[in-house]
């Protein structure tokens, strides 16, 4: 009985484990705000084919939240901002990719 026990309960940790999904955890700390910045969510190599999640819009220093179904076993995160964040029509920066679960800044 005790080794049926351990083995139930030995398999119901390895299932949670399993199905256990992280996260991808966006934030800007870098400027006090940046005129315009755009995030993407999706599996396409081109970030701009990708579902935008955010923006584009202005985005202040502080900012953070987490995009569900994101990191190692969903979707990436892309993100693009103002080349200068000091000028306004500057342009966007190149996208940066966020694959991991866990804390990502956007630079």
Known sequence: MKL???????????ASSQSAKADITLFMEAWESLPQAEITQGKHEDCAANQVVF????????????????GANGDDLCY??????????????????CSTDGDCEIR
Do not use: E, Q, Y
């Open 55 to 70: 923006g584009p819009a202005l985005m202040s220093k502080g900012f953070r939240k987490t995009f569900p179904g994101t």
């Open 80 to 97: 693009r901002r103002t080349a200068d964040p000091l000028h306004p029509d500057s342009g966007w920066t190149m996208w940066g990719r």
């Open 4 to 14: 049926m026990k351990a083995m139930l309960t030995a398999t119901a940790i390895a």
